[in-house]
Nanobody, 124 residues
């Protein structure tokens, strides 16, 4: 089993930056798919970025060009660098990971493990 723990959330002004981290502990799944999702109360969960073991990232249109996903396979940490944040980025952010190692890792790939989330609030 793998455990995921997000950190780095908080309050930030619109146009600012924030970096989220997700530390993975427990069993390591080689070249697995890892991703960031977010959810606003009353709305469905949105997958925003994913990255496979090869480091190839995929983004949703809502964050493309503003957010960067990366992973440190040695430290087993997933990152989400958020820049030029907007009010609509306010949400609970979750990291997720798969057991499998797909050829192409996207937010649509089945995730097996989830963190508890970290809250991000963007103020005008």
């Amino acid at each position: 089993q793998m455990q995921l723990a997000e950190s780095g959330g908080g309050s930030v002004q619109a146009g600012g930056s924030l970096r989220l981290s997700c530390a993975a502990t427990g069993h390591r799944y080689r070249n697995n798919c890892m991703a960031w999702f977010r959810q606003v109360p009353g709305k469905p969960r949105e997958g925003i970025a994913a990255i496979g073991g090869d480091g190839d990232p995929h983004y949703s249109d809502s964050v493309k060009g503003r957010f960067t996903i990366s992973r440190d396979n040695y430290k087993n940490i997933l990152y989400l660098q958020m820049t030029n944040v907007k009010a609509e980025d306010t949400a609970m952010y979750y990291c997720a990971a798969s057991k499998g190692a797909p050829l192409i890792c996207t937010v649509g790939y089945g995730m097996d493990f989830w963190g508890a989330g970290t809250s991000v609030t963007v103020s005008a």
